[in-house]
């Protein structure tokens, strides 16, 4: 960078550096607030304001209470307390009393406060050898009122990290601010603005650091989330229009002999979401556009039986289909339910995971296309696995993947439709924000005849009798899931904690039962043998870490307890519980342990009042906040700037709304006045292209 000077001019890209007072340190620290350039910076918008207007006299304060004053320095010492601890000791006054100040550990500000000086000052009324601030915030003042910063005014507040302060973000805003001569970018076209009444870009950023008014402040911060939101609405609606305007090479044939073999077949009649959500995904497929959609509907609701429809649709036009899981397991479990239902209709389908033996040979069938599903894990696409018509991709359980990317597919040559499923209920404002340019079809009843699942806190003195209980259930020939926590699933210390749970139960109160135990540090065939062992009914009870989260399905298993619950995720207690209540006998899911946090403990409560994915998957977004839920990050987007998709629910509607209505005039967005939004459009990674 050139040399510094306040006359420099600095751009929003320019890197936080270029600020005088930002070193190799500071730039550090700054990254790690994901502060990076001067623009990320500016962006930072304050999370709160305080105001600090409001100045009390000295004679009018009362312990305990949080106030600025505005005060004379009459003099300034450093006391020595112990070795290593020291404070700087100011000794204030205004017309109506005198008052100390007191920071502990920060000697040097004996000497900024000079005797004379006059300085603002807020903190909590304290004690120190009579009523003192202690560690308060402060302003010296210069004379220029417009100069301050931290009291005296509205303050704003920001999200921190180490090594960075308030007043330390405070004086960079402040500088970047004065050092901004290029306007910014104005992407909001003028109607849409003035339809919500926002504030141009540049009258918003002038007071959203350091408003006069909250409200105006307000205003203004809303102004950038709209903006922000709109963006992304129009990334991923024009990424749909783009993709309905393709033509596909892979015309599927629907209503074939095998499709309806499929639906003579059905031992059961189809729920109606489930119904309507093939009728969707059969359209799609017959259509000469591409298919990007996402089957969402909650554990057990029948996912996998709308999807084998499309299978059967696409093997009827002599396409082969690939179905992808997160895990071993899971593809297994596929690969067994896809057998079931297909098998007898003459597919053939193949296993292709990281332990599958001969897999050059079932690579071959694949190449050739003898085989016509295959199911895997990830590995399976982007493996050197080749096809020889590929016409149909499902993807379960993408969330654990981020979305799939058609152009990683294409990559290979492979244009296949696309089907996307997840048992995670994804809330609305999140599924509008990722998934907002795929179609989506949710399932959202559960087959008739099961019966809710029961969930329960069990306090330690009743443990015992929960033991009573599993053993009762055995007798009945109905099996039990013990889950312990451990983030790191197939860690040693995972596998260590559930080993030394189960040799406790089995030589205890599970003593005369059959108990296997499952972890991710078992080999694929081992665990296997435990499933398999476990789903023909040969164990009574099932000790495991979470890796039985997902892949099972298993009617005969009533009852779930989850130790240590509070150490679960949301929508990870929900999947757990969605291991039970899977077949005609009422289901049981018992939490136990002592919530540590306030989180685990609603967490727990939440399972206890709700099954409705959907409710879970709301209150999982608004304890853990969008930029941690599942999905945003993994999506490629990167946190959201600005907007906040639990508090501005109603703007991202607006944002749709609005986004919709100007790609409908103006498709390619070429007028004028949308090419600043095209071009801000561009930055949100198009999940869909
Ligand atoms: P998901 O994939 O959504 O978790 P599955 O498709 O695995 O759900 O279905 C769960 C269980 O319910 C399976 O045993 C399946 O055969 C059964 N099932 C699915 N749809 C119905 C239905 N309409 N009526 C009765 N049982 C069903
Ligand atoms: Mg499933």
Redesign the pocket.
């Known amino acids: 960078m050139a040399s510094r000077n306040c006359a420099q001019r600095l751009r929003l890209a320019d890197p936080i550096s270029a600020l005088p007072g930002v070193g190799e340190k500071r730039a550090e620290a700054l990254a790690a607030l994901g502060l990076q350039t001067v623009g990320d910076l500016l962006f930072h918008l304050p999370r709160a304001y305080e105001d600090r207007r409001h100045v009390t006299a000295i004679s009018d304060l009362r312990e305990g209470e949080s106030v600025t004053i505005l005060a004379e320095v009459v003099k300034s010492k450093v006391v020595r307390l112990r070795r290593r601890l020291s404070l700087a000791e100011v000794t204030l006054k205004d017309d109506t009393g005198t008052l100390r100040a007191v920071w502990f550990g920060q000697d040097y500000l004996a000497r900024v406060f000079k005797p004379g000086a006059h300085a603002f000052f807020t903190g909590a009324v304290g004690k120190w050898n009579g009523p003192a601030l202690r560690n308060p915030d402060y302003e010296l003042l210069s004379g220029d009122e417009d100069d301050l910063l931290n009291t005296g005014r509205i303050v704003p507040v920001y999200r921190l990290t180490e090594g960075v302060s308030q007043r330390m973000l405070r004086r960079l805003v402040r500088t970047a601010l004065d050092m901004m001569t290029e306007p910014l970018v104005e992407t909001l076209p003028e109607a849409i603005r003035e339809r919500h009444g926002l504030p141009t870009a540049n009258d918003a950023m002038r007071v959203v650091h350091f408003p006069d008014e909250i409200d105006t402040a307000r205003a203004a911060r809303n102004r950038f989330a709209f903006e922000e939101l709109l963006g992304i609405q129009v990334s991923v609606l024009s990424a749909r229009a783009r993709r309905l305007q393709e033509h596909k090479k892979n015309l599927h044939t629907i209503e074939g002999p095998l499709l309806a073999a499929l639906r003579k077949n059905l031992p ?4 109606k979401t ?1 119904q309507r959500s093939i009728d969707d995904i059969l359209s799609d497929m017959a259509s000469t556009r591409p298919m990007v959609r996402l089957l969402q ?1 909650d ?7 709308v999807a084998l429809h499309a299978i059967a649709s696409a093997t009827d036009g002599g396409y082969q289909t690939a179905i992808m899981a997160p895990t071993e397991i899971l593809a297994e479990q596929h690969a067994i ?1 896809m057998r079931d239902f297909l098998s007898p209709l003459g597919i053939e389908i193949a296993v292709l995971t990281g332990s599958t033996e001969g897999a050059r040979s079932v690579r071959e069938r694949i190449a050739s296309g003898g085989t016509q599903v295959v199911v895997g894990t990830h590995a399976l696409i982007q493996g050197t696995t080749q096809f020889h018509k590929l016409g149909l991709a499902i993807i379960d359980e993408q969330h654990r993947f981020g979305v799939m990317q058609r152009s990683t597919l294409a990559e290979k040559g492979l244009e296949p439709d696309i089907l996307q499923m997840t ?1 995670t209920p994804i809330p609305r404002t999140l599924a509008i924000t990722v998934y907002g340019g795929m179609d989506i079809s949710v399932i959202d009843e559960l ?2 005849g099961r019966t809710p699942v029961k969930t329960r806190k069990i306090p330690p003195a009743k443990v015992d009798g929960m033991y009573d209980y599993i053993r009762k259930q055995a007798a009945k020939g109905l099996q039990t899931y013990i889950v312990c926590p451990l983030v790191e699933e197939s860690s040693a210390r995972a596998a260590k904690a559930v080993t030394k749970h189960f040799d406790e139960l089995v030589i205890g109160p599970l003593e005369d039962l059959r108990v296997g135990l499952m972890h991710g540090r078992l080999a694929p065939r081992e665990k296997d043998a435990v499933m398999h062992l476990f789903k023909r009914g040969e164990l009574d009870v099932l000790i495991s870490t979470s890796v039985i989260e997902v892949g099972i ?1 298993c009617p005969n298993a009533t009852t779930m307890i989850i130790e240590d619950a509070s150490q679960f995720g949301l929508t990870q207690l929900h999947q757990l519980r969605g291991r039970v209540g ?1 077949g005609s006998e009422a289901s049981h899911c018992f939490l136990l342990g002592k919530a540590k946090t306030d989180d685990g403990r609603k967490r727990v409560e939440i399972m206890c009042t709700t099954t409705n994915g959907f409710e879970i998957a709301e209150a999982d977004l608004e304890l853990r906040g969008p930029g941690e839920f599942q999905g945003v990050r993994q999506a490629g987007m990167g946190d959201l700037r600005v907007a906040d998709l639990v508090r501005d629910a109603r703007m991202l509607d607006a944002a749709r709304r609005e986004a919709e209505e100007l790609l409908k005039t103006d498709p390619q967005l070429k007028k004028k006045e949308h090419a600043a939004l095209a071009r801000a459009a561009e930055q949100f990674t198009e999940v869909n292209a």
Do not use: E, I, N, S
């Open positions: 059961f009649a189809l729920t489930q509907g554990v057990g609701c029948g996912k996998t039986v339910t048992a087959p008739p399905d899977r």
